[in-house]
Nanobody, 120 residues
Framework: QVQLVESGGGLVQPGGSLRLSCAASGSIFSIVAMGWYRRGSGKQRELVAR???????DYADSVKGRFTISRDGAKKTVYLQMNSLQPEDTDVYYC??????????????WGQGTQVTVSS
């Protein structure tokens, strides 16, 4: 069993910053990638940022230059530094991990979500 536990959401004024953290624990053989999604307005969660075990990163166009994703492999933790936050960033943010729980068993895991609210 693999668990992803998020922290760091909250209320911030426009232009402010927040840092989200997501720690993976449980039966982990290896981590392929971890990232952050948000609920968005569509039916599927939308990618915010993702980092692979090799260090490759992807960002949604809407957050490029404002958000930075990083990881600590030893702690099995991914971070999302969010700067210059705007009201349109308000959403529930979900951590996602593509994780092998054994040498041959891979799955996509989700955290419970953390609320980010940008408002004056």
């Amino acid at each position: 069993q693999v668990q992803l536990v998020e922290s760091g959401g909250g209320l911030v004024q426009p232009g402010g910053s927040l840092r989200l953290s997501c720690a993976a624990s449980g039966s982990i053989f290896s981590i392929v990638a971890m990232g952050w999604y948000r609920r968005g307005s569509g039916k599927q969660r939308e990618l915010v940022a993702r980092v692979t075990s090799g260090g490759s990163v992807d960002y949604a166009d809407s957050v490029k230059g404002r958000f930075t994703i990083s990881r600590d492999g030893a702690k099995k933790t991914v971070y999302l530094q969010m700067n210059s936050l705007q009201p349109e960033d308000t959403d529930v943010y979900y951590c996602n991990g593509h994780i092998y729980s054994s040498k041959s068993t891979w799955d996509s895991y989700w955290g419970q979500g953390t609320q980010v609210t940008v408002s004056s």
